[in-house]
């Protein structure tokens, strides 16, 4: 017989990482390693994937936390290890207090009506041989709510996402990309949790439909009191849905702020290059503004660059830093603190620039 949960010990909040009241979901230092095999018919652990590396966020009520940077930062594992779906190497997730890293699966089902995810590919992530209507009531029947009102339930939560009830005996292959990532969120909905997980949600659709579905995301949030862990790598995207961005390289966290700020006076040089690849609308701003180049590839997980792992490609190391001043990226890890700029910042000589 499994021993009931012990009340947790309360997080303390992160220092400078805003929010109001108390957050609905914690994560500390949170580790996830990926073991690398050796081939052959034995097989052996010849090292590891370095795929997230002590990151630390609150999230709150009612507000949507963006997490972005390139693919392969660890944005995707992070959310799968918050949702249990991966277990983590080491850290802290708690959600309203509760520690979920020790859960076993049986006893993280029932929080799973207050935690869902919608997944990237609307294309891949519906099962085909179901119609709509089974697809959405599926969380209903897997937790046993599916009674004798359900299937106005499964109407009323087509409804919400803007598709037709009466199409709920349709497949998925019969609708659009926008329309079936609608049918995501409307199964994502189904058990009425509190945060959702939103993995790239617009990322497959074309730029004509991620205006209604990012539109839709955000009238939902407002009528049913969601909080959004939004992943994504477009920072055009989070400037208008995003109230604080966390921004990750290469498994760790290198700065968080609130959106308005981070896009106005970004902190970190890795920042910096992302939000001055944004296009501007204005053409004479676009022509004038000066973009900041990031060179070569993104180290391997496997062996990550020690001290800071952005130095490889780090404009400011390359070309304005002394050579004491490069020792210090090389030997030391920069903490994600703040460096008198009003947020954290993981880096030695951070400096606020303004670009938008």
Same mark, same amino acid.
């Given at each position: 017989?499994?021993?009931?949960?012990?009340?947790?010990?309360?997080?303390?909040?992160?220092?400078?990482?805003?929010?109001?009241?108390?957050?609905?979901?914690?994560?500390?230092?949170?580790?996830?390693?990926?073991?690398?095999?050796?081939?052959?018919?034995?097989?052996?652990?010849?090292?590891?994937?370095?795929?997230?590396?002590?990151?630390?966020?609150?999230?709150?009520?009612?507000?949507?936390?963006?997490?972005?940077?390139?693919?392969?930062?660890?944005?995707?594992?992070?959310?799968?290890?918050?949702?249990?779906?991966?277990?983590?190497?080491? $850290?802290?997730?708690?959600?309203?207090?509760?520690?979920?890293?020790?859960?076993?699966?049986?006893?993280?089902?029932?929080? !799973?009506?207050?935690?869902?995810?919608?997944?990237?590919?609307?294309?891949?992530?519906?099962?085909?041989?179901?119609?709509?209507?089974? @697809?959405?009531?599926?969380?209903?029947?897997?937790?046993?709510?599916?009674?004798? $009102?359900?299937?106005?339930?499964?109407?009323?939560?087509?409804?919400?996402?803007?598709?037709?009830?009466?199409?709920?005996?349709?497949?998925?292959?019969?609708?659009?990309?926008? #329309? !079936? #990532?609608? @049918?995501?969120?409307? !199964?994502?909905?189904?058990?009425?949790?509190?945060?959702?997980?939103?993995?790239?949600?617009?990322?497959?659709?074309?730029?004509?439909?991620?205006?209604?579905?990012?539109?839709?995301?955000?009238?939902?949030?407002?009528?049913?009191?969601?909080?959004?862990?939004?992943?994504?790598?477009?920072?055009?995207?989070?400037?208008?849905?995003?109230?604080?961005?966390?921004?990750?390289?290469?498994?760790?966290?290198?700065? @968080?702020?609130?959106? !308005?700020?981070?896009?106005?006076?970004?902190?970190?040089?890795?920042? #910096?290059?992302?939000?001055?690849?944004?296009?501007?609308?204005?053409?004479?701003?676009?022509?004038?503004?000066?973009? @900041?180049?990031?060179?070569?590839?993104?180290?391997?997980? &496997?062996?990550?660059?020690?001290?800071?792992?952005?130095?490889?490609?780090?404009?400011?190391?390359?070309?304005?830093?002394?050579?004491?001043?490069?020792?210090?990226?090389?030997?030391? &890890?920069?903490?994600?603190?703040?460096?008198?700029?009003?947020?954290?910042?993981?880096?030695?000589?951070?400096?606020? &620039?303004?670009?938008?």
């Amino acid at each position: 017989m499994t021993a009931p949960a012990q009340a947790a010990t309360p997080l303390p909040p992160l220092p400078g990482h805003g929010g109001t009241g108390e957050p609905v979901l914690q994560v500390r230092d949170l580790v996830k390693h990926f073991p690398v095999m050796s081939k052959g018919v034995v097989r052996r652990r010849v090292g590891e994937v370095h795929a997230v590396c002590g990151v630390s966020f609150d999230l709150y009520e009612n507000e949507t936390l963006g997490l972005v940077g390139e693919s392969g930062s660890g944005k995707t594992t992070i959310s799968r290890t918050v949702l249990g779906l991966e277990r983590a190497t080491a $850290g802290q997730v708690r959600y309203q207090g509760r520690e979920l890293t020790e859960l076993s699966r049986r006893q993280m089902r029932p929080l !799973r009506r207050e935690l869902q995810i919608v997944f990237q590919d609307p294309y891949a992530s519906l099962d085909p041989r179901m119609t709509v209507h089974e @697809i959405v009531a599926e969380p209903l029947r897997i937790h046993g709510r599916y009674g004798s $009102g359900a299937g106005a339930e499964v109407s009323e939560l087509l409804r919400l996402v803007g598709l037709n009830p009466e199409h709920g005996n349709r497949f998925a292959h019969e609708f659009s990309g926008g #329309q !079936r #990532q609608r @049918i995501g969120i409307a !199964r994502a909905l189904a058990l009425r949790p509190k945060v959702v997980i939103l993995d790239e949600p617009v990322s497959a659709l074309d730029v004509s439909i991620q205006a209604g579905v990012l539109n839709l995301l955000m009238d939902l949030q407002s009528e049913l009191g969601l909080s959004f862990l939004f992943v994504a790598h477009d920072l055009s995207v989070m400037r208008h849905v995003a109230g604080r961005v966390a921004v990750m390289y290469l498994g760790r966290l290198v700065e @968080i702020a609130p959106a !308005r700020q981070l896009f106005a006076r970004p902190a970190h040089p890795y920042t #910096q290059a992302l939000v001055s690849a944004i296009p501007l609308p204005d053409p004479r701003k676009e022509r004038a503004r000066k973009r @900041i180049t990031i060179q070569g590839d993104v180290p391997s997980p &496997v062996r990550p660059p020690s001290g800071c792992r952005f130095r490889t490609r780090c404009p400011k190391f390359a070309g304005q830093l002394t050579d004491s001043e490069r020792t210090s990226c090389v030997e030391e &890890v920069p903490a994600l603190v703040d460096r008198g700029g009003g947020n954290p910042v993981a880096c030695h000589y951070a400096e606020s &620039v303004e670009l938008l």
